[in-house]
Every structure is written in C-alpha cells, then in structure tokens.
C-alpha cells in the first residue's frame, strides 16, 4: 500500500495556478524527488502536504487516512516530519534541546504534570534526553550538543534540524532542498545521510535543485512545470525524458 | 536528588528572604516587612506574566485586570451580606455545606458572608473561566492587535469595577476579613501577623517560581520556546501552538489572580487602581527590564523595582520612572538589563566560559 | 424618542465620532510611513488643547491655536528624530512598548506642567448657552466648528495625497518603503514628516474639542483607545474608512446611553473593538484579501 497517496491535488491563489491536477503515491521505504525549475510548485506542494496551506482541490491520503483538512501539527502527530529550505532552527536553544522538542508527538507531560515535575515526567524526561543524544550521534554531530544551535555552522544546523524532524520517529520524512547552501562536500556528506536514514526505514520525499544529489539518492523522480506534472519516473529514463531536458535546457526550437 | 545546579538559586533565594528577615527583626525595621509582602505578590504577577511574554512569546498589556478580578470576586463574596437571602434554597445549600460563615459587624449586625477559602477558589475558578473565553479568540492577534486586545480588555475590567455598585464603584472595597489559611496562618495586616504573612507570600512567590522553572524546563517550556523562535517549525513538530499558547496565558493569569486574592486580604480591601492600565504597563515594563525571557531576571527587578515604587521613593514621579525605564531600556537594551553590551563583557571575564 | 432628542443624540455622535476619526487619521499616517501604531497618538490631541489653552492667555485665539498646532507638530517630529529614526528594524513589540513609554512620559510632564485641574478654550462663537436650532434641537455652534473644520482635515489630507508631491511620495513611502527609497525619496524626511502631520491634526482636534469636552493631562488613553478601535473598524491603514467608521462609532455610543448607563459607555465601544477583532480583524470595510494593500 501506498504511504502517501496524491490525487489531482490543485491550489490555486488569486488567478495563478500554482499546483494544477497533480496525482502521484509514495509506497513505504523509497526515496522520491520533486524538482523542476523555479516556481514550478515544487514548494507550494510540500506546504499542501505538511498542511500549512489549504488546498483548492484534491485528496491526499496518509497511511490510507485522508489529511487535507487536518492542520499542520496534526499532520506531524501522524508521523510526517519535514525540514525547511531556509533552516527553522530554534534559537536560544541548543542543540541538544533543538532535537528534544522534535520528540514533541513522543511524549506527554502536560502543563500539571511538568509544573509538579511528577516522577513519571522525570523519567520521561531522561528518556527523551538519551534518545536526543543518539540522534545527534547519528547525524554525526555529537560535540555540538550543548551548544547554541543558532551559532552552528550551515551545514551543522542542517543536520541538527535532519535529527529533531528523526526525533518524532515519522514514517515519513519531506526534505525542502536540503542541499541548499551547502559545497559539494559538505552535499555528499548529505547524500550519505539521506541514504542512512533510508536504511533505518523512513521513506523520504524531497524537493531538490541540485540534480547530482537527486539522481544519486532518488528511487523515483516526479518533474513539475507550471504546478503541472510533466513526468514521474526512474532516474535513468527523467534523464532521458524529452520534455523534461526541454524545459530544463529550453525549448529547442524556440533558440 | 542531591543538590544540581538548577537549585542553587532556589535554595539563595531562600536563603535571602529568611536573611532579610532577620535582618529587619534585629534592626528593629520590620516595618520593612509590609511593603516586602506586598512585593511578594506583586512579584507573583510578574512571574506568570513572563511565562507569558518570555516563553510563550505573547504580550499582555491587559494582566492587572486578572489581578483586579481575583481581587474583586475574594473581596466581593467575603464582604457581601447574604443574609437577606438567607431563605433562597442555594445560600440555604452553602451555608449548610459550610461555604459561608456567620458574624457580626461592628454595629452588632448580622452577616453572612463567604468563607475566605470558597471565595479564593471561586476567585480562581472566575479567572479561569474568563482567561480562557478571552484568550481562545485574543491568541489568535498577534504584535499590534494583540496589544490593543489585551489592553481592551484591561481597560473593560477597569471601567466596570469603577461603574459597577457591588465592586464600590471608585471606591473599591474594604473591610475585607483575614483569610485563615491553615490553622496558625492567616493572611491580613494585622501587625501582629507581619512575619507569618511575610514568610507566607515569599512562600507563595518561592513555589510559584519553582512551578515555573520546572515547567520551562520541560517539554511545555521547550515546546513554548519553539513556538516563540517559529510557529511553522514548531507545528512541523506537531506542537499544537494555539493549545500551549492558551493554556499557558490561563496559568499566567491564575498567578495574578492569587496574587489579587492574597494582596487583598492582606491590605484589607481593594481599589479600582488595581485594574488600571498603568499598572499593567508596569507589569510588562518590569519584564521588559528583566530580559523577557529570564524568570529570574523578572523576580528581580520585580523586587527590587516594586520595593522602591511602595516605598515612595519615586515621589510623584512614579509614572514617570516606569515610562522613562521602558522607553530607556525599549531603546538601550531591548533584551533586557542583564544583557546589557557592558554587562556582558563584564560577565565574560569574570563568568563562567560559555561552551 | 422625539425628533429632538434623536437629533440630539445624532449630533452628539459626530461630533465624537469625528474627534476619534482624526485621532484614527493619526495612527494610519504614522502606520501607514512606518508600520508602527503609536500609542501616543491621544496625547497629542491633548497637547494641542493644553498648549491651546496656555498660550490663549497671552494672545488671541486663532494664534494661539496655529502655536499650539505648530508646537505639537514639532513635538512630534521630534519624538521620531529623538526616539525613532535611528532604531534599525526595531521589533513589532519593542515599538509598541517605546511608543507607551512615551505617552506615560508625555502624560506625566503634561500633569507636571498643567496639573490635574480640568481646562477648557472658550467656545469659538458666543458661550456655552449659545445654540442653534436645527429640528427642534439645540445645538452649540462649537459642533459646527468641531464637523467643519474636521471635515476641512479629511478633505484636505485626501487632496494633500491625492495631489501634491509630498503627499504621493510619503504614499510611495507607505507602499514599499525600499523601493521609494531607490526611487530618490528621502523616505527618512518623510517619515519625520507624517510624525509631524499626525501630531498636528490630533493637535487641530484637540483645540476645536476643547470647548465641549475639556482638556485634561490623562484624556489621552481613552482616545488613543477609541480610535484605535475606528481604524480596526476602517480597516488598518485606510483613512477614508476611518472618517465613516468613527462616525458609526460615535453615533453607536451616543445612542448606547439609552440602553445601557453613561460610566459604561467605555465599555461599549472597547467591546466593539474586541468584538470586530476576533471576526473581522480586516475591518468592516476591507475584505481580508486587500487588507494587505495599504492606501490611505
């Protein structure tokens, strides 16, 4: 069965058609891509799904559950995490506390119970505090933990922000150009990373500019156009897609 | 649990406030202690106050009038004369389940009158209920109408203590009964109390700040920082933002109304300048100065600030310090006096190395 | 209710209604330059009077009126020079506690200056017994004045922006601050100067309402609250609307007294503001899809 499941999703704002009549499914742990080229959609997409737009029309189902009208953090309570283009990282916390609040939709303490810092809150509490620690451990970056996380390097708040959306332990992670900002190296670094958390069981959907991450990592590529799908298919065959290389190239005949 | 770092300056302010009251017995200046008390509770606003603004990131220039409807509700149901109404089939039910109390005046009069501890929890349950029918729709503004909304709404709760015959009108209301609180513990001005309502309202203002350390440093306080760095991320997180949002101004303003219904009892009665707009401005010019998001930045200059406001030592210029202390700090150091470049410098030398 | 009293009553209304339309014109000059909504804007409208009233001891009225004007207008300028201009992206909240910060010190020095004594200028034409007939109802010729020469502002501030260069370029300012300034405007100058146009209206309010509502230093919460609650009604920004909008509310209060008592009547018009808050934050006039397109 499919993990995400898009039917003829629209948006539209004003007059522009942002997203137009785009169907495609995410079946459990694959690597997806979306890219095409400026304004194409590709981010108006990702804020459907995550819903932090509303939609003008379509179905998008989750785990076979229908979310369009859910909001965001019910969204990612269902187990959908998602990273941001131009990084979220909480600032005047540290590192360490920036993956905490990922384990957010993990935990329970309330308001009472976290004021009386009742037992049960303080062992949850350390739980979450490990738990923290061994994901800054995967993302490889360990001896950052306590420090501010808004005084990271680039590539570290990246990571850090790739560990708190892990933190929720989504079935789904979204990544909104992860590779944005980052040199070649510091992309490969990335690319290995993706490919890790692949392995641990999470399907990924992402949007991407830098072709040489999405062809090496990506199961399945999905190419927009004006908010229009222009092709989905497997690395190897979007690279030789006609249409696609035209609107990435220009159109042959209008040179 | 051994001694962590966290508590050491719980168990300093312990320390201080059993110090200075020593002090003041051994000088013989425990008329000190009246306007200490009175700090206390004022202290206690600002604390919820800046579990308000500082975490949850939300400003309310509204704050006095949930110190004004504790105040008021105690005040109104332990002074009003039920009496007449002796025969109505629910004062029947209340006198019976022991909610009210029989007594006399000073003319002799018969009067029946709620007990302290139903009202205070009625206190508490009224700003309950009107902290969360305000908040659900207020939380929703943010920056400019978020400030009017609030302010609204303090100047209503203003305007109608002033208009209204059962809360005295501008007269407030006086008269009010000590509260007994335990057996031993009663909280009212009278002299010979001084140093139990003292240590009462450290007490109060001691459990209070440890309630709030232990939340910001939870998954609530972490939650609501989130919230305040980005409300995007943070619902990425699926953190319910509105939900922590509401029910962190509801804390907030149960503080200030349990400081209302203390301060009362306390002073005896209670005034409409309680609910005044100026005192809200106050309340958020203290915070402001503390560094927003410091509990204990706010304690402090909370104390330190009222301290000196109750003792009179601003003059007629009261108003004018707290204006030209946030218009100074607003410009000068808009995150707060501690963070002040100077003091900072300062702190990096001789501090402790950061990470 | 007779014909006399409704007149009564009606022209009670505008009269406040149109006080809390300049006050509301303010606050949407200085937002619509800057962005800020200046919580200082009602004691300006007290400035104006008390300046008014001070100076009237010394020279005639309508001079004293032009000194008070100018006064406040460079009181306000100032302020924006002083406290303002060189804050670099300040914070929405920074700048609403700068701004009521000011106005308690505004408030304070008034009260040290002039006391807490209540004040008032003469009537402009005859006393407070002098009336006009009109339906039946007596009416002070200080109404006429107050709906004349308030009608003279919003005409002229409209034509100011409609027609002069000035006003187009502190609309360019208003539009897209950057752009104007790549444009070559002194958009700095400008804003000094909608500082000084806002005072100085609030100013011409506050002389003009002296006779009927008197001046006194603290008078300025209450306005600045009113009409912030006429430019939430108009619609953030827009000064047209403000017009129609603070005469709603001025009426809608004047008539309130037959419902509800005089000392609540605070109450009514904040619990409006709370109200079209929480259902139409865009205000009655505006649709939320041009709330965002500022105009004046």
Redesign the interface.
């Known amino acids: 069965m499919a993990l995400l499941e898009i039917k003829n999703l629209s948006r539209s704002f ?1 007059g522009l058609q942002a997203v137009s009549d785009i169907s495609f499914s995410l079946v459990e742990g694959m690597i997806k891509a979306v890219i095409g080229p400026n304004g194409a959609g590709k981010t108006t997409l990702f804020n459907l799904i ?1 819903g ?1 737009i509303p939609l003008s029309a379509g179905t998008i189902r989750f785990q076979g559950q229908h979310i369009e009208r859910l ?4 969204i ?2 269902l187990g959908m ?2 990273t ?1 283009q131009n990084i ?6 540290t590192a360490l ?1 920036n993956v ?6 993990r ?1 329970r ?3 009472i119970a ?4 009742l037992p049960q ?1 303080f062992r ?2 350390r739980e ?1 505090r490990r738990r923290s620690l061994e994901l800054l451990e995967l993302v490889e970056i360990p001896q950052t933990a ?2 501010e996380a808004a005084s990271l390097s680039f590539g570290q708040q990246r990571a850090v922000e790739l560990a ?2 892990l933190a ?1 332990g989504p079935s789904l992670l979204l990544l909104d150009e992860p590779a944005a900002g980052l040199n070649i190296y510091e992309t490969a670094e990335l690319a290995r990373l993706i490919t890790k958390i692949k392995e641990l069981g999470v399907t990924i959907l992402l949007v991407e500019h830098d072709m040489s991450l999405v062809m090496d990592i990506s199961d399945e590529i999905v190419v927009l156009d004006f908010g229009r799908k222009l092709a989905e298919d497997i690395p190897a065959r979007i690279q030789q897609n006609r249409a696609v290389i035209q609107v990435y190239l220009g159109d042959d005949e209008d040179a | 649990m051994g001694i962590s770092k966290r508590n050491i300056p719980v168990l300093l302010l312990i320390a201080l406030v059993v110090i200075v009251q020593l002090i003041t017995a051994g000088t013989d200046t425990s008329f000190y202690l009246t306007q200490l008390t009175m700090t206390a509770y004022y202290s206690l606003v600002i604390i919820g106050l800046c579990l308000l603004m500082g975490y949850a990131g939300q400003l309310s220039l509204g704050h006095a009038g949930f110190f004004a409807i504790g105040g008021y509700v105690s005040a109104a149901l332990t002074t009003h004369n039920l009496i007449g109404l002796r025969h109505n089939q629910l004062i029947e039910l209340l006198n019976k389940t022991g909610l009210l109390s029989m007594g006399q005046d000073i003319y002799g009069e018969k009067i029946l009158t709620v007990i302290p501890w139903a009202a205070c929890l009625a206190a508490i349950l009224v700003t309950i209920i009107i902290a969360f029918a305000i908040g659900k729709p207020v939380l929703k503004l943010k920056g400019h109408y978020l400030a009017m909304a609030t302010l609204g709404f303090g100047i209503i709760i203003f305007r109608f203590a002033m208009a209204t015959e059962y809360f005295g009108e501008a007269d407030g209301i006086s008269g009010v009964p000590p509260f007994h609180l335990l057996p031993g513990l009663t909280v009212s001005g009278d002299f010979g109390a001084r140093i139990s309502n003292y240590y009462i309202a450290w007490g109060l203002v001691l459990l209070g700040m440890i ?2 350390l ?2 910001v440093n ?6 609501l ?2 919230i305040h ?2 409300e ?10 509105s939900r922590f949002k509401l ?2 101004f509801v ?1 907030s303003a149960v503080f200030a109304a349990l400081a209302g219904v203390m301060l009362t009892h306390y002073n005896g009665g209670i005034g409409p300048s309680e609910a005044s707009v100026m005192k809200s401005v106050r309340y958020v010019a203290i915070i402001a100065i503390g560094g927003m ?1 410091s509990l204990w930045g706010a304690l402090c200059m909370g104390v330190i600030l009222n301290f000196m406001s109750l003792r009179g030592m601003f003059g007629s210029y009261d108003g004018a310090v707290f204006g030209a202390i946030l218009v100074a700090m607003m410009l000068f150091a808009p995150d707060g006096i501690l963070r002040l470049p100077l003091l900072k410098k300062l702190w990096r030398k001789n501090g402790p190395a950061r ?1 | 209710m007779s014909l006399q009293l409704f007149t009564q009553y009606l022209f009670s209304g505008i009269t406040y209604g149109i006080l809390y339309a300049i006050v509301a014109i303010g606050f949407n000059i200085i937002y619509n330059t800057t962005g800020i909504i200046n919580f200082a804007q009602g004691e300006f409208v007290m400035l104006g009077g008390m300046c008014a009233i001070s100076l009237h001891e010394y020279m005639p009225l309508p001079a004293a009126i032009l000194l008070a004007v100018i006064i406040t207008g460079i009181i306000g300028g100032l302020i924006e020079i002083i406290f303002i201009r060189w804050l670099d992206s300040p914070s929405v909240l920074r700048m609403i506690i700068i701004t009521i910060g000011l106005s308690i010190l505004i408030r304070e020095a008034a009260l040290f200056v002039w006391g807490e004594s209540v004040r008032s200028l003469p009537y402009f034409n005859g006393d407070a017994v002098t009336s006009v007939q009109i339906f039946g109802a007596n009416i002070s010729p200080q109404v006429l004045w107050v709906i004349g020469v308030c009608s003279v502002i919003v005409v002229g501030l409209s034509l100011f922006f409609q027609f002069t260069y000035a006003g187009r370029e502190m609309r360019a300012c208003a539009a897209n601050r950057t752009a104007a300034t790549l444009c070559g405007i002194n958009t700095r100058s400008k804003i000094t100067w909608s500082f000084m146009l806002s005072a100085g209206i609030g100013a011409v309010a506050g002389c003009v309402m002296s006779p009927i509502t008197y001046t006194q230093y603290d008078i300025g919460p209450g306005l600045a609250i009113k009409g912030f609650t006429v430019v939430i009604l108009g619609g953030l920004g827009n000064s047209m609307a403000a017009v129609a909008a603070g005469l709603l509310l001025g009426i809608v209060e004047s008539f309130s007294i037959i419902v509800v008592p005089m000392a609540y009547q605070e109450v009514i018009s904040i619990a409006i503001l709370l109200i079209v808050l929480f259902v139409r934050p865009h205000g009655l006039f505006g649709s939320s ?1 041009t709330a965002c397109l500022q105009d004046f």
């Open positions: 004003g995550c932090n909001k965001s953090h019910q990612a309570a995490s998602r941001f979220k990282i909480f600032p005047g916390m506390e905490m609040v990922g384990c957010h939709t935990s303490a309330g308001f976290a004021m009386l810092r809150t949850e509490e979450i306590d420090c708190r959306a929720a | 309630l709030s232990n939340l939870s998954r609530v306080g972490r939650a920082r989130a760095g980005s995007e991320a943070a619902a990425a997180m699926g953190i319910n933002a029910y962190t804390i998001s990470n | 899809e």
